[in-house]
């Protein structure tokens, strides 16, 4: 069966464009999550999804970021006015569990944003 | 948010050593998860730790859950050279909300 997709896999934004990163789930997992991951660090968490209601958005670094999931699979994180330091990998995440995660989180291999 | 301390940060080993490396957090933690990243790829499970005193394996790679709950350990046996990747530990805070290492990055020369 298919894994999480993201896309697109690459993109390259000009400093105060807008982006939107896509997550496409695994089939009927209820969980998603968003983490966004610098260079040499690792992912650091943005955003938690439980079908479409968005349970925890504490990690989102400003009001720039905005995420949705508005039929309880796909996703878009969608960042206003990019910034040179939203430059990173964005990941996104599934399981099949609700809360409290239980179950093992399935990436993607994640979209990585450059902001020039 | 919560630090998770992973160290060594990198290694460099020959093929057939054995590899350790920990994580400490100064929070307790209820479960321990162990990833490994490879270039351009999202993260993979190796191992879920739920209790504390907890050892589990998974072929050549063991990890324990440590008895105060703030740490953790992953050893790697026999290392080969498909074991090359950086190792996160990882653990859940408030149930949904997942921390990560800085990660150990693993060089292994055949």
């Known amino acids: 069966g298919a894994g999480v997709s993201q896309s697109p896999r690459y993109k390259v934004a000009k400093r105060g464009q807008d982006v939107a990163l896509r997550c496409d789930p695994i089939s009927g997992h209820v969980s998603l999550f968003w983490y966004q991951q610098a260079l040499g660090q690792g992912p650091e968490f943005l955003t938690y999804?439980?079908?479409?209601?968005?349970?925890?958005k504490s990690g989102l670094p400003s009001d720039r970021f905005f995420a949705e999931r508005p039929e309880g699979s796909v996703s878009t994180l969608k960042i206003q006015r990019t910034q040179q330091e939203d430059s990173a990998v964005y990941l996104c995440?599934?399981?099949?569990?609700?809360?409290?995660?239980?179950?093992?989180?399935?990436f993607g291999p994640g979209t990585r944003l450059l902001v020039l | 948010g919560q630090q998770l301390n992973q160290s060594p940060q990198s290694m460099f080993i020959q093929e057939g050593e054995d590899v350790s490396m920990n994580c400490t957090s100064s929070s307790i933690f209820n479960t321990w998860l162990w990833y490994k990243q490879d270039p351009g790829e999202g993260p993979v499970l190796l191992i879920a730790?739920?209790?504390?005193?907890e050892l589990t394996s998974n072929g050549r790679l063991t990890a324990q859950f440590g008895i105060t709950r703030k740490d953790s350990f992953l050893n790697i046996s026999a290392s080969i050279p498909s074991d090359v990747g950086i190792y996160f530990c990882a653990g859940p805070y408030n149930f949904n909300k997942f921390y990560f290492g800085s990660g150990t990055k693993l060089n292994v020369k055949p």
């Open positions: 999804f439980q079908n479409e209601a968005q349970l925890d």
């Open positions: 995440a599934s399981s099949l569990s609700r809360w409290p995660i239980q179950e093992t989180q399935y």
């Open positions: 730790l739920y209790k504390a005193g």
